[in-house]
């Protein structure tokens, strides 16, 4: 290791040196005191960041958290209930629709993605495809926060990101997806639906089935 | 309750963890209250997906990217907001003056520098560790990384010893 390598591996991490980088500071007075610098700026920059955290919201946030309505708990204990007296232990479980669990995956791990990398969409063109496809975006839905176009499942989708009394909601309007009947979804923390529209499909994905029914039932308002 | 131990070992994780995932969501957001919504969003979120999660080890990494994907969701309208002007008492500070111009200097890092310095200070995270969380490569996390120290650096460190820069 020489001193170039030695100072590039402190602006890396200077805290974290190999026993190299370590060896070279004790025979090396200039990079010596380039360490020491770095590690006093590191220091402060630590110092810096560490913004006080605001008294009482570690408990807040937790126990609002925890009250949230969680379908994976009750909803499915007094479904699975219901169904286990009349149809047995079997029948419990609905699979999931394997588009409404597409649906899940991309909210989960592409929607953030697809959100920082979108060009501005035009809201005209969403406008058009609603109407042709056959269902509403009434503005009782909600505030509209995100709309984008994005590959999904083979297909292009419309991407809209609404913001709703019941929390955030996503919606893909596919409508090159023909779809005979309703499916629905439930993974990673959040519910899906995909219903079928006059032309194609639209998956609805939130986090609680009461936001999907709303969403759900506002999307046929038209 | 019906799942004591899973909510036990959430608070549990909620609680090792809480105060660096406030302030790396505060850094991103840089407002108090954009970060607040966006730590109860991703907690929330965090907690509804808790049953499914396995692997212990994973869990810090998961509860960061949750509130960095949760502040995707939430800057992507919103414009990103400036300062916050009501931040809450700071503790002790020995040299007030440098640390204001160390947090302007943090706030002017482009965000992908800033980002990548957030989840190794305040995380403690691998450069590995931080390429895969961002999805990025490590040697593209590794060129943010001494950009941003070298930004810092220019700006309050020492005029002389320009790192990395000089062939030394
Ligand atoms: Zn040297």
């Not at chain 2, 019906?2 to 790396?24: K, M, N, S, W």
Request: net charge positive.
């Amino acid at each position: 290791m020489n001193c170039l390598d030695l100072r590039r591996a402190a602006m890396l991490d200077p805290r974290r040196l190999d026993t190299e980088a370590l060896a070279h500071v004790e025979r090396c007075d200039a990079c010596r005191d380039f360490l020491a610098q770095a590690l006093e700026l590191e220091a402060q920059i630590e110092h810096a960041l560490r913004t006080p955290v605001p008294h009482g919201l570690e408990a807040r946030v937790v126990r609002n958290a925890l009250e949230s309505p969680r379908f994976t708990r009750r909803h499915a204990l007094a479904a699975g209930l219901a169904l286990a007296t009349a149809a047995g232990v079997a029948l419990l479980w609905k699979r999931n629709d394997p588009l409404a669990l597409a649906g899940i995956d991309f909210v989960v791990f592409e929607e953030a993605q697809a959100i920082a990398d979108a060009k501005p969409a035009d809201v005209k063109v969403l406008a058009r495809v609603v109407r042709e496809m056959g269902v509403s975006l009434p503005a009782q839905l909600g505030e509209i926060r995100y709309v984008g176009t994005c590959p999904f499942d083979g297909l292009t989708a419309h991407h809209v990101l609404v913001k709703t009394p019941l929390g955030k909601v996503t919606l893909l309007l596919i409508p090159s997806r023909p779809l005979a009947s309703r499916a629905v979804a439930s993974a990673h923390g959040f519910e899906a639906a995909v219903v079928p529209a006059a032309v194609g499909s639209v998956a609805i994905i939130a986090s609680t089935p009461r936001s999907i029914a709303r969403a759900e039932t506002l999307l046929k308002s038209g | 309750m019906l799942f004591p131990g899973r909510q036990t070992a959430f608070e549990q994780a909620v609680g090792r963890y809480f105060g660096d995932l406030y302030r790396y969501a505060y850094w991103l957001c840089r407002n108090r209250w954009q970060a607040e919504d966006v730590v109860q969003e991703s907690l929330t979120r965090a907690w509804r997906a808790w049953p499914g999660l396995r692997e212990e080890r994973a869990i810090k990494s998961w509860l960061f990217t949750i509130v960095h994907r949760e502040h995707l969701r939430s800057a992507s309208s919103a414009p990103r907001a400036r300062a916050d002007e009501n931040v809450p008492e700071p503790a002790f500070d020995p040299d007030p003056a440098r640390t204001m111009e160390l947090e302007a200097a943090l706030r002017e890092l482009p965000e992908d520098s800033q980002n990548a310095l957030l989840l190794q200070v305040l995380g403690g995270f691998s450069c590995a560790e931080i390429a895969g969380m961002l999805g990025a490569s490590e040697g593209a996390v590794m060129t943010r990384l001494t950009r941003a120290r070298q930004a810092l650096r220019r700006r309050l460190g020492p005029a002389e010893n320009e790192p990395g820069v000089r062939q030394a």
